[in-house]
């Protein structure tokens, strides 16, 4: 595979931008991250105070005539679209340093991230998402456009959970019909057999890519991934894949329509829209931005009988009638490696990660180029904001970085009460999860409600929290959120992890937090300075990084160690002892500090 584009870094872009020809300004705000050979920034506009990213490459990378013209062409193609699902473009401009591409800023990054921490996700997602790609498409083909390179990681979600498609680089518009292009493009696991084969291509790559977008949404992996790319050219030559069999008919039947070796037997968008996997299944209206790290709950939605559930698993169903009633199903059959994983919650897999960057040393190497491996992209969704150690009497109380509160009783049992202050998941000692409210749950739970209550309150008032909280919104009844797997507290931090993965350390004596995610492989790191940046571990292999850091990254794998030789839970017995953590303080002024020892 081709080393990962380097992009120029040599010019630091002003804080303040201005469009030569309108004289409008733009304040860049934080970095969103890079990529071939653009740099991405929030930039807000001062006037209407409206924050938008933008796409900044600079000119010195733009040496040769055809990467120019890929520019122009992308600029030319994007800016005459308008469209509910497509990534809105609202200005471009350029100095005599960088060429600025200003565009609707989609929060909630792409698909891609929400496959690297889900793997597989459910038909109603898959169905919810999709549409949103169809509709988007469709657009773009009644145009006579095609993009040509859908994928995961060009299908951005905005705050609405809503897929807006996005990098028109490779986009081309078809000016006479029956027109076949010849350019050799795409992304390996997305590409078109014709455009493999040079027999010329049209619409039809657009559908085959879709086709991969599904397959991967419901199985977890691309259709043709292998270790090398020969091979997987060699695949989709030949189409040689396999559907796992838990994948539900329509859905299988959908998916063999779709990836077929000659173009001309593809559906085409709209015939896709039609298929029964997309209208004889249930699809949301909303999703919960809890579905980028855990399933959602259909229960309430889906006229099915389920009141409890096993945590961390998907729900694929059967295709079946909107509004009848369904049984739950297995997810499609994981790899033995990914369902040992999913078993420890990727302790194993936090373990080997950090062992393969600490045996390279990292420390030892020049600092300079530390900031390549900041990848904002791979920042945790949900973090520990807020803790309390009352385990000598009841247990650990939380808050998470969605203002969610979690306690992990003495008795290994788990009680969530979600951001909209209403809905209660109880987790029984077994993995159980039941689905409740504040004003209706079962009575032998009350006690423990009472205890949920005690411990809100007090974290509120007596714990200082920065940061602005995720604001509830439409869907978010459907949400599932991760619970506290395992907690301890040595001499020198608190180790919390959550059955998401993640697994978070905060430092008594400085105050620096780690917030370990072996789904993105990366580390956030808070340091004393309240400085929040957010690294990928094989880039810090590659660049390096600083001694402070891998000093807590050592110490984090003797933790994650500590973890996997450990069944149980172990906690402090002192009483009461309080802690706050911040995604943007380094700590927080609680009523009663925990010991530094």
Known sequence: MASRPRVDTTKEIAQVILDPKTRKRYQRGKFLGKGGFARCYELVDPDTKEVLAGKIVSKALLVKQHQKEKMTQEITIHRELHHKHIVGFSSFFEDSENVYIVLELCRKRSLMELHKRRKAISEPETRYFLQ???????????????????????????????????DFGLATRVDYTGERKRTLCGTPNYIAPEILAKKGHSFEVDVWSIGCILYTL???????????????????????????????????NLIH??????????????????????????????????????????????????????????????SAPSGAAQKEVAPPPEPASEQRAS?????????????????????????????????????????????????DKYGLGYQLCDDSIGIIFNDSTKLMLLANGEDIHYIERD??????????????????????????NYMNEHLVKAGAAMKPREGDELSRIPSMRAWFRSRSA??????????????????????LCPMMGAVTYIDEKKSFRTYRFSLLEEFGCSEELANRLLYAKTMVERLLTSR??????????????????????????????
Not at 569 to 592: N, R
């Open 132 to 166: 949103h790609v169809l509709l988007g498409v469709k657009f773009l083909h009644e145009r006579n456009i095609i993009h040509r390179d859908l994928k995961l990681g060009n299908l951005f979600l905005n705050d609405e959970m809503e897929v807006k498609i996005g």
């Open 218 to 252: 419901l199985v977890g992996r691309p259709p043709f991934e292998t270790e090398s790319l020969k091979e997987t050219y060699t695949r989709i030559k030949k189409n040689e894949y396999s559907v796992p069999k838990t994948i539900g008919p329509l859905a299988r």
């Open 257 to 318: 329509r779709i990836l077929q070796g000659d173009p001309a037997r593809r559906p085409t968008v709209d015939q896709i829209l039609h298929d029964d996997f997309m209208t004889m299944g249930y699809i949301p209206v909303r999703l919960p931005t809890s579905c980028l790290t855990m399933a959602p709950r259909f229960d309430t939605k889906m006229n099915v009988s389920i009141v409890a559930r096993r945590p961390l698993v998907e729900l694929n169903k059967e």
């Open 343 to 391: 078993r420890d919650c990727y302790l194993k897999v936090l373990h080997g990660q950090l062992k393969k960057l600490l045996d390279s040393s990292p420390a030892n190497r020049a600092k300079i180029e530390m900031d390549e491996a900041e990848d904002p992209a791979a920042v945790p969704f949900l973090w520990f904001s807020k803790w309390v150690d009352y385990s």
């Open 431 to 456: 993995g159980t999860e039941h689905y409740y409210t504040m004003k209706d749950y079962p009575k032998e739970t009350n006690k423990k409600v009472v205890l949920l209550k005690y411990f809100r």
């Open 494 to 515: 608190i180790v919390l992890h959550l059955t998401n993965g993640t697994l978070q350390i905060n430092f008594f004596d400085d105050h620096s937090k780690v917030i």
């Open 568 to 597: 149980s839970v172990s906690a402090s017995a002192t009483k009461a002892k309080v802690g706050s953590a911040t995604a943007t303080s380094a700590a927080a002024t609680p009523s009663a500090a925990p010991p530094t020892h």
